[in-house]
């Protein structure tokens, strides 16, 4: 069943709809146990937000066969999927999507063929949907970037230097590539002038970073319930999201925490939430969310003015809303 966020736009929920058995027919496993783990993440399927910003910004283009957008749109969420995979076993996340992650119940190194096998799954989708070299090599570039980005995140684990620059860097690369890929593969495949197809990267780029912020802050005071996922989980895991930055900035009080690194006792955890809030560091972060949300918004005017220009404004606005 297709997230809710889409009731608004029942075009793209129809189109989501359709795409959601599609891509259970994409990823055809021997290995039966594991086949089925992986049918039920695609399942649980989150907001479909990269394939729904795809087919929205598909509609700035030319009309195109529904088969080739809909390969499009499957090759940015297998991608994104596989992806996943392979962050909880670097994280260790037991939960992901409110089910049992695949290295949980498989093991490491079963979850990490799984993440590779749905790399092909992305690639074989990518296929379909184009033979053009040139659009060939913006996805490798953009997978290279978002595996970079997941290196980087390693290389800064339990780093309390780390700054505000370092931190887009990885953002930039782990979360909002694909947002990237996402919007220019929509105007791409369609035939869309260039003008849109790097409106639509940069815009996909700066919705990318504010999602990610967002979803960083909901790590300090968010719940399990509303994440579907561990709280404070980065933190454990020895990764430094901007909350923390901003605050460790400001109070000398996280340091000697933050030096236990996987030490950390749940009232040192708890202790470090409260100091996080306290000190500024989740409205600091909230600050650079609306900031990049506005520049998203103020780019999105600068399309052509067309019922898939009005829903994007209004996708953006309720997805990087503070509630959500």
Known sequence: MVHQLWR????????????????????????????HKVLQLLKASGKLLRPGFFY???????????????????????????????????????VRRGVATVHTEFGQKNAIYAGDYLFTCYFTEVLKATSDPQNMHRHIDAMQLILNGELDQMS????????????????????????????????????????????????????????????????????TKKTKKPVLEDLQSGVYTLPLIFANQISKDLKPLLAKKQQLSSADIARVQQIVIDSGGVSKSYQVADRL????????????????????????????????
């Open 8 to 35: 608004q736009f029942p075009r793209i929920q129809t189109k989501l709809a359709e795409l959601q058995p599609y891509l259970l027919k994409a990823v055809n496993l021997n290995n039966q146990p594991i086949h």
């Open 293 to 324: 949300t506005n520049e998203a918004l103020d780019l999105i005017n600068q399309l052509p003015d067309q019922q898939a220009k009005h829903d994007l404004k209004e996708l953006t606005q309720l997805l990087l809303s503070r509630e959500q």
């Open 156 to 223: 800064y684990n339990y780093s309390t230097h780390m700054t505000q620059a370092d931190y887009f860097h990885e953002i930039t690369g782990k979360t909002a590539e694909l947002f990237r890929l996402s919007f220019e593969q929509g105007a791409i495949l369609t035939n869309a002038p260039e003008s849109i197809i790097k409106l639509g990267g940069q815009i996909g780029l700066r919705i990318g970073q504010a999602y990610q912020i967002l979803d960083d802050i909901l790590d300090y005071q968010g719940t």
């Open 56 to 94: 929205i910004f598909s509609e700035f283009g030319q009309p195109t066969d529904p088969a080739i957008l809909r390969s499009g749109a499957a090759s940015v969420e297998l991608l994104h999927v596989a992806t996943l995979i392979h962050d909880d076993v670097i994280d260790q996340s037991p």
